[in-house]
DNA sequence: AATGTTGTTCGTATATTTACGAATGAAAAT
DNA sequence: ATTTTCATTCGTAAATATACGAACAACATT
């Protein structure tokens, strides 16, 4: 019946979910790019990127299960955009958690 | 003689740094207590953060090494301060990371 | 049907993170 | 001098993160 007692506020775990996102350079790079432009696509970052591919798909999905990228096979290549909600929503926190 | 070429511009790894001191929410929780009054000791933190005195003076230490926060000893007490500083440049790269 | 392109997932190794209690250190109070 | 208070560091365990190449899957092209 989860009697649970949450130990955290939403906003704390939110912040912290968002952060640990961003707390790899290679991803704040990956997020850099996409929010400069609206997509790209994986191969390309893969060509710019000092990393394996395997490597990247492994970030690209932190990313996506923090919810702030969405991807979407465009046949034969895989496009990554912004998810612009949860970027905005992630903004506001961030600039809150700041003053 | 460090041949090592840089894989991430100092902007990124200075915004992957202090996101990963904030990627713990407890971290967050420290933080947004330190920014509220002007200081804080360690033991009146102890006695609300739902972790042992040995975890906080871990996270304590992740804050201090990304610069986010200073101690100094108060005896017998330690007390904990933001880094100014710090504290507005990881303001100022998050501002315009998130455009 | 066989091949090629693109990306993900798997298997694995290594390093880092998180957590706790025990031991320690440093300073104050008795 | 001994004890108490406060916090850090040590030792350790378990979980998570990071990285790579190999294997695989999906789809297009030949």
Redesign the interface.
Known sequence: MAVETK???DN??L??KF???????????I??QL?KQSCCFHGDMAEVL?IANSTLSQHLKVLREAGLIQGEIDPPKTKYCINKDN?HL??GL??G???
Chains 1, 2 share one sequence.
Not at 24 to 29: F, L, N, Q, S
């Open positions: 130990k955290y506020t704390q775990e912040i912290a952060s640990n996102a961003l707390g790899h350079p290679v991803r704040v790079a997020l850099q929010s000092p970027w992630a903004k961030m600039i958690f700041f003053d």
